[in-house]
């Protein structure tokens, strides 16, 4: 059971069945029915934290929007009307002229004031959205939303397992979630029930569920497949409406942050991965590569505003719009790497810029071309080995500081409510003082390539500091670091600091001769710089959990009756 608060009643657990509460939600579950995972409680979490704060902010957008329209029109009609209410002025002043106004007892009391029109009060709104849970096992996740997120109008939770679609309907009306009654005009109950709930449940397959949502679009779609979500994402990206969310975990790092499997990645994600310390912000990047190139055969684009790499998976929330312009610009925020097989150093081969040319009348007209290159030589330029190519890959931001910034207000008022608000509060701080530059080190590997003692996470952060360049932590590894300067420039910092350090024996073949033969181009200056400790070192990262039996991405259920690539794993 979840150490989550949970609800004072408990309900009553059939023989067979084991209980299991999150929150304020409880299930019951069997064996072999539907596979849940409770470590994923912080995945959860965060969803939830993250789908809410992201309704709130559509929320106050839409009403902002509709106070505009409603003004917009109301000036619109003063001023249209203006030439008819001096026509009807005139008219009530002949009126007047040939019948005096009545005395104020003979208008039973009323002033003039009375008889004026009076404006009606501003009606409230709400936008009230809808989500999709392509693949939803036991349920647990749609119905958290439905219950804990309250601007949700109805959660469509599907499955392609007989048996999970079975657990799902058990858990929603247990939950107080389940299907409504219809009613005749005269309030008599018709025979039957229809599936209104709050929670409604579908049993299909996930890809024809969202492609059948193109016309009709939900705001919210979450994928959380067991292994990747690549085959239900150019589904997703269609179902979405404008501004909507779209929610993407995948579990299989073994292939996106590893070069094991180059060829599974290429054809899963449209890039090769890293092999190289910083492979899981690679993992994210090429993830999110995948979502814009399917939205951009739409005429669509996305904005990444939270992406994290967590455990043995990573999750995204992307914001999917409409935009030609913007679709040509994906092609600018898309790069190729080059790494070096030895010390990991990186070049980055993006795939477009945009020239700007002033034409007549001061109009700008954007000229989108590919980017010359390749960039690079063969060789490593730091320590004279061979390169390989990664990618292609998303290269923007991959969070939005400002959303994030709203997430951590908002578990910072409702901390009681979710179970790992403290490991969520020290990540999502993390992120949002993270550089958009790609990518990350830790001091500890680089000193590995140079065969030195490890300079302190101060040092190196003051020694970039005090070259120019900015510094940032990163949640994706712990102890690691983001810079704006380049490869080069960190590599002279670790030189001089050799230099302070000496190192001896080295090896004529080792990569560490080869770059100890450069000088650094400036001594590094190792001295306490007064921004070396961001605000993130006041929280404690809770990057791993303590690990229990149950810990990982688990088995997938051994049940017949649904297609076991789209059987989940966590939910």
Same mark, same amino acid.
């Given at each position: 059971m979840?150490?989550?608060s949970a609800?004072s009643?408990? %309900?009553?657990?059939?023989?067979?069945?084991r209980?299991?509460?999150?929150?304020?939600?409880?299930?019951?579950m069997?064996e072999n029915e539907a596979?849940?995972?409770?470590v994923?409680?912080f995945n959860r979490?965060?969803?939830?934290a993250c789908?809410?704060?992201?309704?709130e902010?559509?929320?106050?957008?839409?009403?902002?929007?509709?106070?505009? @329209?409603?003004?917009?029109?109301?000036?619109?009609?003063?001023?249209?009307s203006?030439k008819?209410r001096?026509?009807?002025?005139?008219?009530?002043?002949v009126v007047v002229e040939e019948?005096?106004?009545q005395s104020?007892e003979?208008q039973?009391?009323?002033t003039d004031?009375d008889?004026?029109p009076?404006?009606r009060?501003?009606?409230?709104?709400?936008?009230?959205?809808t989500?999709?849970?392509?693949l939803s096992?036991?349920?647990l996740r749609?119905?958290?939303?439905?219950?804990?997120?309250p601007?949700?109008?109805? @959660?469509?939770?599907n499955?392609?397992?007989p048996?999970?679609v079975?657990?799902?309907?058990?858990?929603?009306?247990?939950n107080?979630l389940? @299907?409504?009654?219809?009613?005749?005009e005269?309030g008599?109950?018709?025979?039957?029930?229809?599936?209104?709930?709050?929670v409604?449940?579908?049993?299909?397959d996930?890809?024809a569920l969202?492609?059948g949502?193109?016309?009709?679009?939900v705001?919210v779609v979450?994928?959380d497949p067991y292994g990747?979500a690549?085959?239900?994402?150019?589904?997703?990206?269609q179902?979405?409406?404008d501004?909507?969310?779209?929610?993407?975990?995948?579990?299989?790092?073994?292939?996106?942050? *590893?070069n094991?499997?180059?060829?599974? =990645?290429?054809?899963?994600y449209? /890039?090769?991965?890293?092999?190289a310390e910083?492979s899981h912000e690679?993992?994210?990047?090429l993830v999110?590569?995948?979502a814009s190139?399917?939205?951009s055969?739409? /005429?669509?684009?996305i904005e %990444?505003?939270?992406?994290?790499?967590?455990?043995f998976?990573?999750?995204?929330?992307?914001?999917?719009?409409?935009?030609?312009?913007?679709?040509k610009?994906?092609?600018t925020? *898309?790069?190729s790497?080059?790494v070096?097989?030895? =010390?990991?150093?990186?070049?980055?081969? %993006?795939l477009?810029?945009?020239?700007e040319k002033?034409g007549?009348?001061?109009?700008v007209?954007t000229?989108?071309?590919t980017q010359?290159?390749p960039?690079?030589?063969?060789r490593?330029?730091e320590c004279?080995?061979s390169?390989?190519?990664?990618?292609?890959?998303w290269?923007?931001?991959?969070h939005d500081?400002?959303? @994030?910034s709203?997430?951590?207000q908002?578990?910072?008022?409702?901390?009681?409510?979710?179970?790992t608000s403290?490991r969520m509060?020290?990540?999502?701080t993390?992120a949002?003082?993270?550089l958009?530059?790609?990518?990350?080190?830790?001091?500890t590997k680089v000193a590995?390539?140079f065969?030195?003692q490890?300079p302190?996470?101060?040092?190196?952060?003051s020694a970039?500091?005090h070259a120019?360049?900015?510094v940032s932590r990163?949640h994706?590894?712990?102890?690691?670091?983001?810079?704006?300067?380049? =490869?080069?420039?960190?590599?002279?910092?670790?030189?001089?600091?050799?230099?302070?350090?000496p190192?001896?024996?080295?090896?004529?073949?080792?990569?560490?001769?080869?770059?100890?033969a450069k000088?650094?181009?400036a001594?590094a200056?190792f001295?306490k710089?007064?921004?070396?400790v961001?605000?993130?070192?006041?929280?404690?990262i809770?990057?791993?959990?303590?690990?229990?039996?149950?810990? /990982?991405p688990?088995?997938?259920?051994? *049940?017949?009756?649904?297609n076991?690539?789209?059987?989940?794993?966590?939910?």
């Open positions: 979840s150490s989550s609800t009643t408990t %309900p009553h657990v059939p023989e067979g069945f209980l299991h509460t999150e929150n304020n939600v409880h299930i019951l069997s596979f849940l995972n409770p994923q409680e979490d965060l969803s939830v789908i809410r704060t992201w309704s902010e559509l929320n106050k957008l839409k009403q902002e929007r509709r106070a505009q @329209v409603s003004k917009k029109r109301a000036l619109k009609i003063k001023e249209g203006a008819k001096q026509r009807v002025n005139e008219q009530v002043s019948k005096p106004l104020e003979s039973g009391g009323k004031t008889l004026q009076t404006t009060p501003e009606e409230t709104f709400d936008y009230n959205f989500i999709l849970e392509a096992a036991t349920g749609s119905i958290r939303y439905a219950k804990e997120i601007l949700v109008k109805y @959660v469509l939770a499955d392609l397992s048996t999970a079975a657990a799902m309907k058990r858990n929603v009306e247990l107080g389940g @299907v409504e009654e219809k009613t005749e005269d008599s109950a018709r025979k039957g029930k229809t599936n209104l709930g709050k409604r449940v579908n049993q299909g996930a890809c969202m492609y949502h193109r016309t009709e679009r705001d979450d994928l990747t690549a085959p239900f994402i150019d589904a997703a990206v179902a979405v409406k501004e909507g969310l779209l929610c993407i975990t995948c579990t299989d790092l073994s292939i996106l942050a *590893t094991n499997y180059p060829e599974k =990645c290429f054809s899963n449209g /890039g090769l991965p890293m092999k910083y690679a993992a994210l990047r999110l590569h995948a190139t399917s939205a055969r739409y /005429g669509r684009y %990444p505003l939270l992406s994290l790499s967590i455990d998976y990573v999750r995204l929330f992307i914001r999917v719009n409409s935009s030609p312009l913007q679709v610009k994906a092609l925020k *898309t790069s790497y080059f070096c097989t030895s =010390c990991q150093s990186f070049y980055e081969q %993006p477009g810029r945009v020239i002033t007549a009348g001061d109009n007209n000229i989108y071309k010359p290159g960039t690079i030589g063969s490593c330029p004279d080995s390169l390989h190519i990664a990618g292609p890959m290269s923007g931001p991959i500081t400002n959303f @994030v709203k997430v951590l908002h578990i910072e008022a409702n901390k009681d409510a979710y179970g403290a509060q020290g990540m999502l993390v949002k003082e993270e958009p530059t790609p990518f990350y080190f830790t001091p590995g390539f065969h030195c490890t302190s996470l101060e040092e190196t952060t970039l500091l120019g360049h900015q990163s994706a590894s712990p102890g690691s670091l983001k810079t704006t300067g380049t =490869c080069e420039d960190l590599m002279d910092v670790f030189r001089s600091w050799v230099k302070k350090h190192i001896k024996n080295v090896s004529e073949t080792s990569p560490a001769l080869r770059l100890l000088e650094p181009r001594e200056n001295s710089h007064p921004n070396s961001t605000s993130s070192s006041k929280f404690k809770v990057r791993y959990p303590e690990t229990p039996a149950n810990w /990982g688990g088995s997938r259920p051994v *049940t017949g009756g649904g076991k690539r789209k059987r989940k794993h966590d939910n």
